[in-house]
């Protein structure tokens, strides 16, 4: 059985009869990527608008009698709609599509089937599976890379068969026809009932299908490829964008060049020179930076080392600074005899810390100063270093600090 929506994909609107309406729950993710548990009903109509997710294309969005119909699935010959408000079995419903978004999943399966059959024509490059991305689609072929001169010739000739205006015409064949034999897919699904659809791009391309299509290719506008990945079992990925994601992936692309020609100064032609330029004088100043930081804990240390106030527990905090740069001061003072705490960060925020001194001690004191600034941390060799949460605590760490000494010195 064949849905409304896959005999009339660009109907946007129409009437039907609720059949059934029974209690459910959806798995979601939320906002914070953690999984979520709706409460709501699974209903099931008469025939519907709106495509349940299959064929490698996302479900539809849209109305019943508006309310939001948050999922369709495909279960055998009916598809069931999740709505977070009931619906009274028997009644009649108006259900109205996304519209945007069921043309771009036209636009995007189209454009599939007429890319795979191009790529199979001119180079004999079989698809695997294909995905229908939120963003962007990807095509997975059975080679393990391609040339840049065969995604050009792939792009050239789908967009010529596009300016060509190619119909796209959608039957229906029965099992037992012959006709099934010379058209080409990937299998049927295990609970399949009922005829075979079969989509055709006139000339081009058969193919078994379930999918929502554009009737004719010039409805895909264009199609731009953005280029090839390395994909799974020594395949390629081809990356596409067909119809409005396109002209939407042109103006993010311009929005970017004018950003850039106003903080790189210079025209779009410039742009990659200048940043060339850009990172040269960043690597310059970023090992300037790392030798005076260098010098300046050599310098620290050995101020520490000669202060009145050296023994016991000696502590230092910077806002700038690395690991390296503590792990030069320890290196510097290199005694095991008194306690060294140093910290670098943002005073209220995160940072990192090194703890020096007898290694009995440190496995002892490491842990619990990183458990007092809520950070994780690992020691060996007289050093116990790690990253911090809470560098506000620092004054908490360092009085668990100096009364271990005092405890120690009393014992002694």
């Not at 953005?226 to 994601?245: D, P, V, Y």
């Not at 050296?310 to 005694?335: C, P, Q, T, Y």
Request: proline share 3%.
């Amino acid at each position: 059985m064949a849905f409304w929506c896959q005999r009339d994909s660009y109907a946007r609107e129409f009437t039907t009869t609720v059949v059934s309406c029974c209690p459910a729950e959806l798995q979601t993710e939320g906002r914070n990527g953690k999984k979520e548990v709706l409460s709501g009903f699974q209903v099931v109509l008469e025939d519907t608008l709106l495509f349940p997710e299959g064929g490698g294309q996302p479900d539809d969005r849209g109305t019943i009698n508006d309310i939001s119909v948050l999922r369709v699935t495909r279960r055998g010959e009916q598809a069931d709609h999740f709505t977070q408000t009931p619906l009274d079995p028997g009644s009649q419903v108006l259900v109205r599509v996304d519209w945007e978004r069921r043309f771009d999943h036209m636009q995007q399966h189209s454009g599939q089937h007429l890319i795979t059959a191009v790529a199979d024509h001119l180079f004999k490059l079989k698809t695997t599976s294909w995905e229908l991305g939120r963003f962007r689609s990807a095509i997975e072929l059975d080679t393990p890379s391609m040339t840049a001169e065969q995604v050009a010739a792939i792009e050239q000739s789908v967009n010529e068969k596009i300016r060509d205006r190619l119909p796209v015409n959608v039957r229906e064949l029965s099992l037992d026809d012959p006709e099934v034999e010379q058209v080409s897919g990937r299998g049927l699904p295990d609970d399949h009932a009922g005829p075979i659809r079969v989509v055709s791009i006139e000339g081009v391309d058969s193919n078994m299908c379930c999918g929502t299509h554009v009737s004719n290719l010039s409805d895909l506008q264009v199609i731009k490829i953005l280029g090839t990945e390395k994909g799974k079992k020594n395949r390629t990925n081809l990356i596409f964008l067909a119809g409005n994601r396109v002209l939407k992936w042109m103006e993010r692309s311009h929005g970017t060049e004018k950003a850039l020609t106003a903080l790189l100064k210079c025209g779009t032609e410039d742009h990659v020179e200048a940043v060339k330029k850009l990172q040269n004088s960043t690597k310059i100043l970023q090992k300037n930076n790392l030798n005076l930081l260098r010098d300046l804990a050599v310098h620290i240390a050995h101020s520490l080392r000669n202060s009145p106030d050296w023994g016991g527990v000696v502590v230092l905090h910077r806002k700038e600074g690395d690991s390296e740069f503590m792990n030069i001061i320890a290196n510097e003072i290199g005694s095991e005899e008194t306690l060294l705490f140093l910290t670098v960060g943002d005073e209220k925020g995160a940072g990192l810390f090194l703890l020096a001194g007898p290694p009995a001690s440190l496995e002892t004191l490491g842990p619990r100063v990183a458990e007092v600034l809520e950070g994780k941390g690992a020691g060996k060799k007289g050093r116990f270093q790690g990253k911090a949460t809470k560098m506000s605590r620092r004054m908490e760490a360092q009085a668990l600090l100096q009364d271990y000494i005092s405890t120690q010195s009393a014992k002694e």
